[in-house]
């Protein structure tokens, strides 16, 4: 029954379950929970989270994650991480959230690594160090392999972009930026074909990116005057 449940949770991930659907997949999550089956507790928490079993509640979603989390479960901390950091369900904690995010990068996780970036951007809870952040995102950017990708390429790229774009911990490159966005683009769509809604935003930042950094790159082009004839 688990196996069934995971499969049917990962089925259409843009859609919202059925009712029946959504009641098989709850009861038997909380009966592995029961059991103190990590991932049950982190995929209840999801369906929560995103409102795929009818039913969208931040706060459920936090109370499965932090049981997860108890158990070693590294997605449900890395979950929670953002809920602190975004906060959503619970007041913002930066201090909870670079945690969170530092357990989850200990654990190989890059979506954990980049937020850890993303701290260091901003100064949230750590002094602020725009260097350390473009190194974060460069190396997450190294290690990104073909099998996540699809998770957390638009991401990753989307950040490279940003750190080219404005010199954020590096030299400016338009060049170098618009081929991370054009990346971050190609990604997003997945993303959204996956059903991550919240990927909708950075879809559209990348677009509006590529369309400025062509205005400049084509303003600072040669017009080779030189070469028309009277």
Request: proline share 2%.
């Amino acid at each position: 029954p688990f196996d069934i449940a995971c499969d049917l949770h990962n089925t259409d991930k843009a859609e919202v379950m059925s009712k029946c659907v959504a009641d098989f997949v709850i009861e038997v999550y909380l009966n592995e929970i029961k059991k103190e089956n990590a991932v049950a507790m982190t995929n209840l928490g999801s369906l929560y989270y995103t409102g795929r079993c009818g039913e969208q509640s931040y706060e459920k979603a936090i109370k499965y994650y932090a049981m997860a989390d108890e158990h070693g479960e590294r997605q449900a901390t890395e979950n929670l991480g953002y809920c602190y950091y975004y906060g959503r369900g619970v007041p913002i904690d930066y201090e909870k959230a670079f945690h969170c995010f530092v357990k989850g990068a200990l654990d190989n996780h890059l979506n954990s690594l980049y937020k850890i970036g993303d701290m260091y951007k901003n100064g949230y809870y750590v002094q602020k160090d725009e260097k350390e952040a473009f190194y974060i995102y460069r190396h997450c950017y190294e290690q990104m392999t073909e099998e996540c990708a699809d998770l957390i390429g638009a991401d990753i790229c989307m950040r490279m972009g940003n750190v080219y774009y404005y010199g954020t911990g590096t030299a400016k490159n338009p060049e170098l930026a618009l081929k991370y966005y054009q990346q971050a683009e190609q990604y997003f769509y997945i993303k959204l074909k996956n059903g991550d809604y919240f990927s909708q935003k950075g879809l559209k930042e990348v677009i509006a990116k590529q369309s400025e950094i062509r205005a400049e790159i084509t303003k600072a082009l040669p017009n080779f005057d030189w070469l028309k004839k009277d």
